[in-house]
């Protein structure tokens, strides 16, 4: 047997509703909003009545049922009689009315109309870029206090975050960037081949390593690595208090937890870069050679002719600052990590996106600058 | 006497939200004083104000009569003033528990690595932690964890220590413990204690002075000796709080 209510009219002036059966959220029961339309319905009625016939068990579903009725009737100003409630549905009735409520919600939960949104994220995305480059002034600043002497890193941990930024970092740079030579080259070799251009390969495949894939890649590799890495590990430390031990220990947040990440990858970066674009020729080789005629040593030599020292010089550069935004992004998001696991990944994710984004929209300025200065 | 810390109409927020309004106390030197109340009612983020981890504006916390403000950037204030314990411990993570000691003394003093290495085992041993020196947090239960935070909070014999609900996660002997050595910490070292808690046994066992922050009125609404709160309060929220467990007529 399940829950029934079922409504009756007293008189003109007094509904009655009686309860009985089995209540419980598991099966069928009567739900409160008809039996308010009902009632609501009928505007002579002044009082409602509640009867407990025979009822057999009950649980959330029939608390839930008589708050809904009682809060009704109250706003309507109708009389209702509690008093046949059997004592320990009352009990809880009354204890879910007496908790405090926190009036304020944390965030707001009215629907934003388009307007206001796109107000929004131009706000947020104003002020955070704003946060972002005070950050980076402090970086800066602490940078340089750094190479004058004024600021240590702990010397331990940075050789072991070099070693975990760069040498680690080597295996993956490796079949990545091996396989994007590999890739550029096989496309360059169908279409170069119907010219019969083919020696052209080796110039596609260097410039474009030295240039733009070496660091892109190696940046996008990093973002995902190395970034993440920080902002997790920041978020993390920010939610156990370790960031306000810190603090409260006399320590610069900036000089002690971003700074010598910054340091670390702005230095380890160019290396990787040229790993990746050398790595990457190879790649280029190794299918130039088994698909086409050229030897080992035709296409060496033809990389060496085509690729100047600007190509080089233009990766390291950019690398430069690839490495220096990817941590700084990584280490700002971390330390904005409010007091909750969850917040970690979306830190984590965030940073991620941020970088990468970063990476492609500093690269397309930089092409720019470095057409411009003729390069 | 100049009172060591000194709150002066206090208002407390995250951006929107009121957590607390108008609080002022005064913390004597010496003393052990609580602050307690209901979770949520902003306990932990009164002491984020008092150790200048939230921004304030001038002339509401003083320490020994002088602005907060102007203390944070000194030298010297976090650590030989200040120390903390945190809810969790807060140890750092990637250094073990001698390293965690040990880095305000390497930073802070002009001590050698041997003196270092012994203070950092007595600071260990005094919260019975003797031979854990190259355990990582990682490594020990919670409790541990904590005593091990303790051991850092004193590592430069600070003036003021602060503790976030010190033994919350502990079973009663340790807690118990605990109590103790912050009783002993006060009477050898006349260290001034502020202490977050809503742990009763401790209340009453060590407190020397309490407010009671009310999470329905957004202040302080009672203030004294843990006894004189009990008995004199007719507010029902303090009395249900220092109750329970215990049956009043
Ligand atoms: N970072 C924050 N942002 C917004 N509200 C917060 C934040 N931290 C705490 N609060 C709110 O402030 C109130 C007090 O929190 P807290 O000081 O941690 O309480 P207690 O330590 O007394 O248990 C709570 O209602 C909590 O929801
Ligand atoms: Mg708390």
């Known amino acids: 047997m399940t829950g029934i209510a079922e409504l009756k009219l007293g008189n003109e002036t007094i509904a009655i509703i009686s309860i009985s059966g089995t209540w419980s959220i598991y099966e069928k029961h009567p739900h409160a909003e008809e039996f308010i339309e009902t009632i609501l319905s009928k505007p002579s009625i002044q009082r409602v009545d509640l009867k407990f016939v025979d009822l057999k068990s009950w649980d959330s579903a029939l608390i839930n049922f008589l708050i809904r009725i009682l809060d009704s009737c109250k706003s309507k100003n109708l009389t209702i009689d509690i008093d046949n409630v059997p004592t320990g549905i009352r009990r809880l009735i009354e204890l879910s009315k007496t908790s405090p409520v926190r009036t304020t919600s944390p965030v707001s939960q009215r629907k934003p109309t388009i307007f206001e949104f796109v107000g929004r994220v131009g706000l947020l995305v104003f002020f955070s870029l704003k946060t972002f480059l005070g950050f980076v002034g402090k970086l800066l600043t602490g940078i340089v206090f750094f190479v004058r002497g004024k600021v240590k890193i702990r010397s331990r941990e940075f050789a072991l975050m070099l070693q975990d930024v760069g040498v680690k970092a080597l295996p993956i740079v490796f079949l990545i960037s091996f396989l994007v030579g590999l890739i550029i080259a096989f496309v360059s070799v169908l279409q170069l081949s119907q010219f019969g251009a083919n020696i052209y390969v080796a110039d596609l495949v260097g410039i474009a390593m030295m240039r733009e894939m070496g660091c892109i890649m190696t940046g996008i590799i990093m973002s995902g690595r190395t970034g993440a890495a920080f902002a997790a590990t920041i978020g993390t430390m920010m939610v156990n208090d370790e960031v306000d031990a810190l603090q409260t220990a006399g320590f610069s947040i900036i000089n002690f937890l971003a700074l010598p990440r910054v340091i670390a990858l702005t230095l380890m970066m160019p290396l990787l870069c040229i790993f990746s674009s050398f790595i990457g020729i190879l790649g280029g080789l190794c299918t130039a050679v088994s698909a086409t005629d050229l030897t080992i040593v035709r296409y060496c030599t033809q990389t060496a002719k085509a690729v100047c020292l600007n190509d080089f010089f233009v990766g390291i550069v950019k690398s430069c600052f690839f490495g220096f935004f990817i941590a700084a992004i990584g280490c700002q998001k971390g330390l904005q990590c409010r007091h909750s696991a969850e917040d970690v990944g979306l830190t984590t994710t965030t940073a991620v996106v941020t970088s990468i984004t970063a990476i492609i929209i500093m690269d397309a300025i930089f092409a720019v600058i470095f057409s411009l200065l003729g390069m | ?249």
């Open chain 2, 1 to 249: 006497m100049m009172p060591k810390v000194s709150v002066k109409n206090l208002n407390m927020d995250y951006d929107n939200y009121v957590v607390m309004r108008n609080l002022s106390f005064d913390v004597q030197q010496g003393e052990i004083f609580l602050i307690i109340g209901q979770s949520g009612c902003g306990k932990s983020t009164l002491l984020k104000y008092l150790l200048g981890l939230k921004p304030v504006s001038h002339k509401k916390i003083f320490y020994d009569g002088k602005d907060i403000n102007s203390m944070i950037n000194l030298p010297g204030f976090y650590g030989e003033k200040i120390g903390v314990l945190y809810q969790g411990g807060a140890l750092w993570s990637s250094m073990t528990l001698a390293e965690n000691v040990a880095l305000p003394l390497e930073t802070y003093t002009s001590l050698n690595g041997k003196e270092i290495e012994e203070i950092v085992a007595l600071k260990l041993s005094l919260v019975g932690l003797k031979g854990f020196e190259n355990f990582y947090p990682s490594q020990i239960s919670g409790g541990m964890q904590k005593r091990a935070g303790l051991a850092r909070a004193i590592a430069l014999d600070p003036e003021i220590l602060f503790f976030d609900e010190p033994s919350a996660g502990l079973d009663s002997v340790s807690a118990k413990r605990l109590d103790d050595l912050i009783l002993e910490l006060k009477e050898s070292f006349g260290i001034t204690v502020v202490i977050v808690t809503h742990d009763l046994a401790s209340i009453f066992a060590i407190g020397t002075r309490a407010i009671y922050l009310d999470i329905e009125s957004k202040t302080i609404t009672a203030m004294g000796t843990p006894h004189e709160l009990l008995m004199s309060s007719n507010d029902k929220n303090i009395i249900a709080f220092l109750s329970r467990g215990t049956k009043i007529t």
